[in-house]
């Protein structure tokens, strides 16, 4: 099982999710042990354990799809991934960032960007006003590196500016003209206060204040990691062997709080694959770090984690792997095949799954 297509499976494109369900907990759960059970999120209640520690990611997701033109005219179309250490011009900050156009960029040219009034936030308090009558001006201080990203210099309040000018970034298969404004709440989840994420820790959107209160009510604790999701989670992988395909790093922070519950040794739900790899790459220590963490089937890796809750993924996906390396790539690919048949929505706006973790 070291091939990417010996994680793949049939997927008819109009199960592929374009929409959040209506009701963030409504969406259905497939509950995943030596059976399958079609059930409703609001079920995860009483399907995990009274004395468990439910673990979310509280990453937030930044509107981090900029699109723009050079001086020539050409589109340029930027992820912004994370700060990064780079020395920058005075007035910016460097970022590391991701981009799409005609030809390669350079060091020294600048992309322009126009304010879109009709997703802009209000500016922040004392906050100045954007340069160029609202143009806004990013230079290249980095070309491509190994990995494909190249570093940028965003001027003022990298943040700020991204709440004017940015787009969330939907996934490449949520297919529209444009974010629409709704998404930047839906495509947040309730527990989302850490800026930083370029994708969102899915299996959260299902979440709400009431089940909370529930999980709380039968002596769940609920508590968070950090995790901000970027390039690394979704990049395909392009080798034939997935032991030669090398993670993207990501940061994380584990608070004390959650070590401290962590350490009790109460049973752990990972909420998302994001914070299953928070959890596996910081084996429950309290301290912010870095993780390339890649875990896949026949990687040996012990799982600290003992049930997870996630959405379907992509096939081929490292997410996929992760998954199968937790549950058991039999089991799990058997699932999604009943996912399938059964006519689930698929991947980030798609429905549920809760899993168990299956020692090889």
Known sequence: MFRPSDYTFELPPELIAQEPAAERDQSRL?????????LKFPDIVEL?????????????VIPA???GKKETGGGVELLLLEPDPMPAPEGTTAWRALARARRPLRVG?????????????????????PPNGGAVSIEI???????????????????????RVGHVPLPHYIVRDADRASDRDRYQTMFATERGAVAAPTAGFHMTPAIAERMTARGIAIT??????????????????IRDHQMHRERYVVPEATAALIATGRPIVA????????????????????????IYPSSHHEFLTHHLITNFHLPESTLLMLVCAFAGTDRVLAAYRHAVAQRYRFFSYGDAMLLHHQKP
Do not use: C, W
């Open 224 to 241: 968070t990691v950090t995790l901000h999701v970027g390039y690394g989670t979704f990049e395909p992988i392009r080798v034939d062997d």
């Open 48 to 60: 995990l354990p009274a004395n468990a520690i439910l673990v979310a990611n509280d990453t937030r």
């Open 65 to 67: 799809r900029v699109l």
């Open 271 to 294: 909420l998302g694959t994001t914070a299953l790899r928070a959890l596996e790459a910081s084996r429950g220590v309290a301290g912010a770090g870095t993780t390339n963490l890649f």
């Open 30 to 38: 497939l509950h995943v042990t030596e059976r399958l059970d079609d």
């Open 109 to 129: 040219q600048r992309v322009h960007i126009e304010n879109d009034i009709s997703l802009a936030s209000p500016a922040l308090p004392g906050e100045a006003a």
């Open 141 to 163: 201080i980095a070309e491509r590196d190994s990995d494909g990203s190249i570093v940028v210099a965003l001027p003022g309040d990298p943040y700020a500016l991204l709440d």
